[in-house]
């Protein structure tokens, strides 16, 4: 293939505006440079050719990185050069001159990675060799013959290894463990299409160990795929019939024949001249008039076949106008054919009409005439080409089985002429008959059978690749299916179902890897190379590029791409495109916790035709999606959860047997108190999870779809809630059971299991021994701050169930550490415990004071208890355990973090009345500040304190303490008199 002129692309995908100083990364093979570029977050670049010589023009370069470069030593017969000259302020020129190499070179640029590197790739086309070295060629082979694959035998497909088709392309590997996908050594490498010299062995689509997916089998089952058209091999016999036609004439030697007359042997001419001539309407006119004429004309047979002919070639040369005349062409051939079976013309007639019938897809008509010409024609050279559209008319018809069996038998029974290519071709269409019966392992045998025994004419087929690497990915073989894909899109780079390929390769590595932004970079390079036009094969991967995009993108950029990927999917001409973009949107809705809208669309579709091909997938979508909707509802509001769980069980959620939404009713009901309903539920959960396969594909989709807690949580909360329902035996027992898979719990099921057997042992009155079990739980040192906090608020919990102030008051500190970054789910817990510490060092102030007011005045002779005197010596005894500042610094911090969840109105009046008895008005306005506008029984005490007189002359004491005070400014204008 020669290249005329280098094809520049340039990306509208960036804006104009530059980095300064671009950095600069040569590599230098013998038959390639490739310059990439980093540093520029939006790219402004050109590329230009004028015959042999290549200009670039770059944002500013790094000049230290382009003199290095340019002291590389390039393949012969290239020169890189600084074009100063072109150079300005804002962009750099470089020049590479290829005018002294002996092989034609082409390049190729692309971006890669993120952030934006820019990768200008210039590559020898080896095709384009020197004119000794054609010579040399067409001396030892005239016809191109095709590029022979390795010989060496493969023991299972895993292993298989195309070997290089291009010689002296030297590639570096990286170390064999690092990949564990695609070959161990280069695939089908051609120097063009996707051949990039920055990546030559396309590690840009392989997946590293490290980010390799558990089990890709179970992501795949949960994504949405649409199925991308097989590669069908196009009869061309057909096309070589219409390119030669039949040559009617009629012999001058019959002017003289006696049994013809003159006038009949004239007509017959003229009408000959006028097909030849293309006067069809005339021709028909005159043949009428001919027949009429001669009514046993012996050139009856030719002008038959002339007018069936013409009929034919006016369809051909306006099918939609003359449509009628395919039919009219058809009746006057099976006239011709019933009327001279012996006629040289016949089998040509019986086979065009079978080729016409197979193209128009009228597969029943096709089917007619070709079973005449393999049943009257058994031993005609065209016998295995006519059985081959047989077998395709057959599976236009649906009659499957018999295209197959006919496919075997042929194979069985070998070809009479080239005999290698002959059977591949019938290898390839029994794999065409699997194929359209979904029988794929069959069809894969069938390939791998190609594979073993033709190597050598594999790429004559690219249908053979592709065919074969969408069979591996409806076998869930993805490793295999990525190796066969890029060996197709390697070896057949202009082909336009390498937009198909190579989105497919970006959606398998989407499946292998866990790294999302990895297949962006297929997906990009699919829509770059092949996105463009109408009959576009990658709009699908623009499709899926959005999709990654939706979950992040605000409310106006999320409708622009919406409206995008459905734009896209109505200019594909796939079956369910509509639909698969639905999917797409709903799915990545779905990821942004955007249910509403997902919901939305589905439904709407849904019931616009609740009978179509896919109303059980979009019923299966609304149910899935309901559920997650009704689950993220119970997080924030249960009340209204259970309404919509309840308005929804008639319709969406009718007859689901999700595990996540019987276990979210139940945690519902446990959380509002209603014990006996929540067992129930959780009782339901365990019978459904316990018979779940959870090594089964089906198993783990439940458990990832479904988000499905371990079994020993449910048993642990049911536990939990029959406790609370005073069932001690039943509870009891799911303990019991706990306690026999320790070792298998995780360390938050192991506290929640231990905090339930405290819980257990107080109910039943055993609290001293419950106190001393989480007692020995706290002396671990080592646990998560969630389980440390778990069992902080157990034993508070107990302390407070004892009445042990005391250690209330010394645990409160770890509490409050451990409260001040609480998850929302435990928010309430702390604030409960909180309020008991709280409490209790109130009370424990309030009587030190007390106590101490008594003290004080037995001290003075007011008591004549025999007890004043040792009492007034052990007054330091009587100090509460923390003192009044330390509450009062406890309290603030307390209101801080609980007041916009809980009602804290009467603990801000308290710390205000602190600050008041301590003096300090300042902070006491301020802290009452929030209650003065509310109607509430505290408002009215704050409005009343500040009311009193001694409050109001020691508040104008302070003001008059303020340095910049002014009468205009002062706030005690503000207070009434």
């Keep these: ?467 074969w690497a969408s069979v591996l990915f409806r076998l869930d073989k993805f490793e295999l299916a990525l190796e066969r894909y890029l060996d197709f899109v390697k070896a057949f780079p202009s082909d336009k179902f390498s937009g198909y390929a190579l989105t497919r390769i970006g959606e398998i590595i989407d499946i292998l890897s866990v790294n999302s932004a990895r297949s962006l970079g297929a997906y990009q390079e699919a829509y770059f190379r092949y996105g463009t036009g109408e009959s576009s094969t990658a709009i699908f991967s623009r499709i899926r590029m959005l999709q990654k995009q939706l979950p992040t993108l605000k409310e106006k950029a999320q409708v622009s791409a919406i409206n995008e990927i459905k734009k896209l999917a109505n200019q594909s001409n796939l079956k369910f495109a509509d639909n698969f973009a639905e999917f797409v949107i709903a799915q990545a809705l779905s990821e942004k916790g955007d249910y509403d809208k997902s919901l939305e669309m589905l439904i709407q579709s849904y019931q616009a035709n609740p009978s179509g091909p896919l109303s059980k997938i979009y019923y299966s979508k609304i149910q899935n999606e309901t559920s997650k909707k009704f689950v993220q509802m119970a997080a924030s509001n249960k009340i209204d959860s259970l309404k919509f769980h309840q308005s929804e069980s008639d319709k969406w959620l009718k007859g689901t047997h999700r595990m996540d939404v019987q276990y979210t009713i139940g945690n519902i009901f446990h959380k509002l108190g209603q014990y006996q309903q929540a067992a129930q539920y959780y009782i339901d959960s365990i019978k459904i999870l316990s018979s779940l396969d959870k090594e089964s594909v089906n198993g783990k989709i439940r458990i990832y779809n479904e988000k499905l807690p371990e079994l020993a949580q449910i048993k ?37 299991k231990s905090i339930l057997h405290s819980k257990l042992l107080s109910e039943r009155g055993q609290s001293e021994y419950a106190l001393r079990y989480i007692n020995d739980l706290l002396t671990i040192k080592n646990y998560s701050k969630g389980n440390e906090l778990s069992l902080v608020l157990e034993k508070v919990n107990l302390l407070s169930q004892a009445n042990n102030t005391v250690e209330i008051i010394n645990i409160g500190p770890r509490l409050s550490k451990l409260c001040k970054s609480v998850a929302e789910e435990d928010l309430f817990k702390c604030f409960q415990a909180e309020s008991k510490y709280i409490n209790v060092i109130k009370a424990d102030i309030d009587k030190a004071n007390a106590e101490s007011s008594t003290v004080a005045m037995r001290a003075a002779g007011l008591s004549n208890n025999s007890k004043s005197a040792n009492t007034a010596s052990s007054d330091s005894d009587l100090k509460p355990t923390v003192t009044k500042p330390e509450y009062m610094t406890l309290l603030s911090d307390y209101l801080i973090r609980y007041e916009n969840k809980f009602p804290l109105e009467s603990k801000r009046f308290e710390l205000g009345k602190l600050y008041l008895e301590k003096g300090d008005l300042k902070n006491a306005v301020a802290t009452w500040n929030p209650l003065e506008n509310k109607e509430s029984v505290w408002s009215k005490l704050v409005k009343s304190e500040k009311s009193s007189e001694a409050f109001k002359s020691d508040y104008r004491n302070y003001i008059k303490r303020i340095p910049a005070f002014s009468q205009t400014d002062s706030p005690a204008s503000n207070v009434k008199e």
């Design 1 to 467: 293939m020669k290249v005329k002129a280098l094809n520049f692309l340039l990306i509208y995908l960036f804006s104009n505006s530059l980095v300064a100083q671009v950095n600069l990364s040569p590599k230098i093979n013998p038959s390639s440079i490739s310059l990439s570029f980093t540093g520029a977050d939006q790219w402004d670049y050109k590329v230009e050719s004028a015959l042999d010589i290549y200009s670039i023009k770059l944002p500013k370069l790094n000049l230290e990185q382009l003199n290095a470069a340019l002291k590389l030593k390039l393949p012969d017969g290239i020169v890189m050069s600084y074009d100063k000259a072109q150079s300005t302020v804002s962009y750099d020129v470089i020049r590479i001159d290829s005018s002294k190499s002996k092989n034609k070179w082409s390049v190729f640029e692309y971006f890669n990675g993120k952030p934006s590197s820019l990768i200008i790739d210039f590559y020898a086309d080896e095709k384009q060799v020197t004119k000794a070295q054609n010579s040399e060629s067409e001396s030892k082979n005239k016809k191109l013959k095709p590029t022979i694959l390795s010989e060496k035998k493969i023991a299972s497909p895993k292993s298989s290894k195309f070997d290089k088709l291009v010689q002296d392309f030297s590639i570096q590997r990286n170390p064999a463990q690092e990949i564990v996908l695609l070959n161990e050594e280069p695939v089908s490498t051609l120097p063009a299409g996707l051949l990039d010299g920055a990546d030559l062995d396309f590690e840009r689509f392989k997946v590293p160990r490290s980010e390799l997916r558990a089990d890709p089998l179970v992501y795949s089952r949960l994504q949405d795929y649409i199925d991308y058209p097989f590669l069908n091999d196009r009869l061309k016999a057909l096309d070589k019939m219409k390119q030669n036609m039949p040559t009617y004439e009629v012999l001058e030697q019959d002017i003289t024949n006696k049994d013809i007359s003159a006038e009949e042997v004239k007509m017959a001419q003229l009408l000959v001249k006028l097909f030849k001539n293309k006067r069809y309407f005339v021709f028909f006119k005159t043949a009428e008039w001919f027949n009429k004429k001669f009514t046993k004309s012996k050139y009856d047979e030719l002008v038959k076949f002339m007018k069936a002919d013409s009929h034919y070639l006016l369809f051909q040369d306006d099918k939609k106008k003359y449509q009628k005349h395919l039919s009219i062409a058809q009746s006057f051939y099976e006239e011709a054919i019933e009327q001279y079976p012996q006629s040289n013309m016949t089998e040509r007639a019986v086979l065009f009409m079978g080729y016409t019938a197979l193209e128009s897809k009228d597969y029943i008509m096709a089917v007619k005439w070709l079973q005449r010409h393999t049943t009257k024609f058994q031993d005609s050279p065209r016998s295995s080409q006519s059985k081959l559209a047989l077998v395709k008319a057959l599976m236009g018809a649906a009659q499957y089985a018999d295209a197959t069996t006919i496919s075997k038998k042929m194979i069985a029974e070998g070809c009479n002429q080239a005999e290698q290519l002959c059977l591949l071709k019938w290898k390839l269409i029994l794999a065409d008959t699997y194929i359209a019966q979904s029988q794929w392992k069959d069809a894969d045998d069938v390939f791998l059978n190609i594979y073993n025994i033709h190597k050598n004419m594999i790429l004559s087929e690219e249908r053979f690749l592709y065919n």
């Design 716 to 752: 642990l909360e049911l536990a939990d809630a029959l406790i609370q329902d005073k069932k001690y035996s039943d509870a009891s027992e799911y303990l019991k059971e706990s306690d026999k898979q320790s070792d298998l719990l995780s360390e938050d099921l192991k506290i929640k």
